[in-house]
């Protein structure tokens, strides 16, 4: 991905910025920023690198990150192989966990009663779309269609949406990458790093995503926050990166600068 000098200055001066705050948070999604995509969702892991960076930052004062991603709480914990005090947004914002403790989600009967016959009609169309998996997550479900070819995740996306039609009642519907979800309760991660940033009152942000879903994380960012799009797509964010080794080589810079 190309990027003009200019921009990548521009970058570099701002992470310089905000590397001064006096409360710093950094806030990233996971898949595709900081672990790079594989067909199997539960090998995903964090890049050394980047890893190595989060745990200096971990280490450092009035320094907090969190992993913000639409993945359930425990499977993200799990793949983040997170300890007790690493701040997680999960579910798209639903499930938020501060110093170990996790919101419960308190589904009533009627969303429990919805998400059941959606998980039903789901698992049919799973059976016959070879490649596709049903994801269950606390206040939704997700299809998942990464190998999948085209046409036979499209006919499978539609048919989710037709499925989703014959319950009834209100689904959130969210489109990503290879994977399309169905929610009873309506959060985002902006609405997650809204959460985060009053929890540990942060002076300062940098939020870095790959996902359709993560614009809802950068349109929630203030003037003095960096928000990061890793990878092609339009974005809110105000700068791009190409890949997560590029984030995790950013988030060396930052730890480099926050010493300082």
């Known amino acids: 991905m190309a990027t003009t000098s200019a921009d990548a200055q521009a970058l570099k001066d701002a992470l310089a910025r905000l590397a001064a705050t006096p409360r710093l948070l950094v806030a990233l999604d996971f898949d595709g920023t900081v672990s790079p ?23 450092m004062p009035d320094t907090w990150f969190a992993f913000v991603s639409g993945r359930p709480l425990a499977n993200l914990v799990r793949v983040t192989e997170a300890d007790d005090e690493v701040l997680l947004i999960a579910s798209h914002g639903v499930e938020v966990r501060l110093e170990g403790g996790a919101v419960d989600v308190g589904l009533d009967d009627d969303e429990q009663a919805r998400l059941a016959a959606l998980s039903a ?7 016959r779309t ?30 989710a949406r037709d499925a ?32 985060l940033r009053r929890h540990v009152d942060a002076t300062g942000m940098l939020f870095a995503g790959d996902d359709v879903t993560d614009e809802d994380g950068f349109a929630a960012l203030g003037h003095d926050d960096i928000g990061i799009k890793v990878g092609q797509g339009e974005t809110r964010a105000r700068f791009r990166v190409a890949d997560p080794d590029a984030v995790a080589g950013l988030l060396s810079q930052l730890v480099s600068l926050r010493r300082r």
Do not use: C, M
């Open 37 to 59: 995509l594989v067909d199997n969702p539960s090998d995903s892991r964090v890049l050394p690198e980047a890893r190595a960076a989060l745990t200096e930052l971990e280490r």
């Open 130 to 159: 070879p490649g596709s998996k049903l994801e269950h997550k606390p206040v939704g479900l997700g299809l998942h269609t990464r190998g999948v070819p085209a046409e036979a995740a499209a006919r499978a996306d539609e048919a």
């Open 121 to 127: 009609r789901l698992d049919a169309i799973v059976a």
């Open 164 to 195: 989703a039609r014959e319950v009834g009642g209100t689904f959130l519907e969210r489109a990503g990458k290879d994977i399309l979800e169905f929610s009873v309760r309506d959060a985002t991660k902006g609405d997650g790093l809204q959460r």
